[in-house]
């Protein structure tokens, strides 16, 4: 695998990737952050060698470079899944780039059901902590060890001191910021009611098909990583109804300007 992030850096560097201090995810129907970007290179990804092509419609594809807030950044607009039959491995790759290319911070958004009733679509979540249901890790292979630590501690996954900034940020913009569990399952699928009740018990705030495997990858690379969910439906097992993806989009696109605001807003701090 050194062999092959290797490459891929060295086709990002000639294109002018250079040195950006900050890794960004965009989660499913959030990309207005673009319009506020001073874009300076972007490359699809299909055209980066040993990168995964996104297969979701409103996932763009797209690797880009640029500035905001007097930082370098990378963004990915677009990320990956294991629903679209990649590996957990295929999945991280993109966060294994981004930390050879310079990256010390990744930031990372999803939109995601509201478990906690407590929680309404179109509000936002900190992620504080997470439980991982996808079925495996992407620390799991062989020769992990020589790109950063097998037995990655997970005590603290999100860092403390940015999820403290986002809070102070949040409070003096009026923004309400939930902060809560977050877990991971595989999908495509969405969940049953017994399922939804299940994570309820379990202790989730919010359930996604993505986040968990970034943030395990960015840990071991010890990079600092924070991370907002964009609650996009309320996952109520006594009042379940039928799944609109067209509502999710637009909630997620209604709820992006308060985390951008929160993003630019810590940017600048870092």
């Known amino acids: 695998m050194i062999e092959i992030i290797e490459e891929t850096v060295n086709y990002l560097k000639n294109k002018g990737f250079h040195k950006p201090q900050v890794g960004i995810i965009l989660g499913t129907g959030l990309s207005q952050i673009l319009n506020e970007i001073h874009i300076l290179k972007e490359v699809s990804y299909n055209h980066i060698p040993n990168f995964p092509t996104a297969t979701v419609e409103f996932h763009k594809g797209k690797l880009i470079y640029g500035e905001l807030e007097n930082k370098t950044l990378i963004v990915m607009q677009g990320r990956f899944h294991l629903y679209e039959g990649y590996t957990l491995q295929d999945v991280t790759f993109p966060v ?20 906690n009733l407590n929680f309404k679509k179109g509000e936002l979540m900190l992620l504080e ?7 495996s ?21 999100y860092n403390a001191a940015i999820n403290t900034k986002l809070k102070t940020i949040a409070q003096a913009n009026k923004i309400n910021l939930h902060q809560g569990v977050y877990a991971s399952v595989v999908g495509p699928q969405l969940e049953t009611r017994a399922e939804y ?13 993505s986040t968990v ?14 991370a907002i969910s964009v609650l996009t439906d309320e996952c109520d097992p006594n009042n379940l109804q039928p799944i609109n993806i067209s509502d999710i989009i637009a909630q997620a696109q209604k709820a992006e300007p308060n985390l951008i605001k929160l993003y630019k807003e810590l940017i600048k701090t870092l």
């Open 96 to 115: 294994r780039i981004m930390e050879k290319l310079g990256i010390t911070t990744l930031l990372v958004s999803n939109a995601a059901g509201a478990i």
């Open 129 to 135: 902590d997470h439980i991982n249901l996808q079925g």
């Open 137 to 157: 890790s992407p620390l799991a292979f062989k020769g992990v060890e020589q790109l950063g630590e097998r037995f990655t501690d997970m005590s603290s996954p």
């Open 197 to 209: 009740r299940m994570l309820k018990i379990l202790g989730a705030d919010a359930v996604g098909m």
């Open 213 to 226: 495997p970034e943030i395990i990858v960015a840990n071991h690379l010890k990079l600092k990583a924070a």
